[in-house]
């Protein structure tokens, strides 16, 4: 999807102009993804634009640094700040933002140790990521010939420039062959997530999502779903589910923060409802939830400025 530039992008600390945001060609990061990173959302609310559960994907990008070994030389907070001072400095009200910390220029080679650790975050507009009807027409899932990493060979748990090698081979694969989005599947042959969103099915009346152990990313949109679902008065759970279970679900739907709730027409060309009720209840919650309209879940919007 074409990057849309803004005007500033934050960098170590300073606000930078858009085409000054450059790294050398031996940084680190570039070599051995030695990275990690978020994908956070800012809508406009009526009190202004608004940072969806940014204090949670910090702690996300934090806790992504700390599998790696890390050190990012902020805290927490500053980084917030500076997410915040970065949408402010767009304009935008609406915008998606890419918080990066990434092992920098000096250093070469696999001990990362001696490593510096560099910081930038970028915001720009983006649109629907799984396309404009992905809600009400669905999108199709084809379940990848590339397994989900194992924890101990790439840890699924933590956001890494370098997993995502993993993720965009499937999702390449997916799209070669005329589908949408991939089904990515553990090394134990369950079910772990989408290529870039976490998956929800509903069976027996019960919503299903897959847990971290299975490989799934612990999505901020999937918790989000969660206690939305259960205050619309569903059963929802974390727990593992089967290819099988994609196949014959009442309904499925994948969630990100770049997806948002997204329904699933089909999983390996076996059709499921589309879109289901618990799915357009959840999705139109959503809608209003990320926009500020639902008081009870207003904390989770963070106000930019
Ligand atoms: N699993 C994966 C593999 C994943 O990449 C995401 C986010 C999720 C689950 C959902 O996590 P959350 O956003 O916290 O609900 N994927 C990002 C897009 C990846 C990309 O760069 O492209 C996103 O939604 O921002």
Known sequence: MPITPTDKIWMNGELVDWDKAQVHVLTHGLHYGSGVFEGIRAYETADG??????????????????????????????????????????????????????????????????????????????????????????????????????????PPAAKTTGNYVNSSLAKV?????????????????????????NIFVARHGKLITPPLSAGALEGITQSTVLTIARDLGYEAVIDNIARTDLYI????????TAAEVSSVNSVDDREIDCPG?????????????????????????????
Request: charged share 20%; net charge negative.
């Open 173 to 197: 694969e997916a799209i070669r062959a005329g589908y949408d989005e991939a089904v990515m599947l553990a090394p134990n042959g369950l079910v772990a997530e989408c290529s870039g969103e």
């Open 49 to 154: 634009p608004a940072i969806f559960r940014l204090t949670e994907h910090i702690e996300r990008l934090f806790n992504s640094a700390k599998i790696l070994g890390m050190t990012i030389p902020y805290t927490v907070q500053e980084i917030i700040d500076a997410c915040k001072e970065t949408v402010a400095a767009t304009g935008l009200g609406s915008c998606y933002i890419r918080p990066l910390a990434y092992l920098g220029y000096g250093e070469m080679g696999l001990n990362t140790l001696p490593c510096s650790v560099d910081v930038a975050i970028a915001c720009w507009p983006w649109g629907a990521y799984l396309g404009d009807d992905a809600v009400t027409k669905g999108v199709r899932l084809k379940t990848s010939s590339w397994t989900r990493h194992d924890h101990n060979t790439m």
């Open 249 to 256: 679900a009442e309904e499925a739907f994948v969630c990100g």
């Open 277 to 305: 009720p618990k799915t357009s209840a959840i999705a139109e919650t959503y809608h209003k939830v990320i926009r500020g309209e639902v008081e009870k879940y207003r904390s989770w919007c963070e106000l930019a400025v």
